[in-house]
């Protein structure tokens, strides 16, 4: 368990983000990460099918269990690897809807497990609401410089994506508290509800 997620959640090197991280770029990032993605789960594969195959090379009885380790890891990464895609599947949609506009500062609230945060974008001296954020690769910290700022693409009342600039972490995020903002939502405009349903914003799905 431990393997598999280190593979699948592993931070990227350092540096600066092989794709463009100024807003004007849509596809760049999320085709990286379908990428990263990709050949993280391939290799977790290859690795669970040697151990497979190590007791009927070797006809070794006592290293039969080597075949349930690998077909344990191979369940336990696809369900992890099955996840991950589809919060970038999600950013990718709301992307396909939505244009970045950069809101600063960012205000971070709270870190939790797998990618989860909550954060406050800020705004003309204007503030969101609390947000729920989840990186889709599960990073276990803060972006460098995400407080500096970051390019947001959606609707604050029904949630969104963001690219944090310089390093390139894509989230998707939704108000925190869903149901209290079922007012807002409801007042909104007929082209604001529709352009957030094509996004798959009109559910709280984070």
Known sequence: MLGVRYVLRRPARGGAAPYATDGSDHRGVVNHLYTALLKRYGVLVLICLALMAVPLITRATYLIPLMGVGLLGIVLATVCWFDQLRWVRQCARVLSVYGFEFRTPVYQLDLSRNGGRVLVLGYEGLESPDMFAREPMGHPCWPERIAEGVWFAGDEVFGGALLVPGTGELMCLQPLDWDAFDEWRAAADEE?????????????SV
Do not use: F, H, Q
């Not at 509800?193 to 009109?202: E, F, P, V, W």
């Open 192 to 204: 604001r509800r529709a352009k957030a349903k094509r996004a798959g914003l009109d559910r709280n």
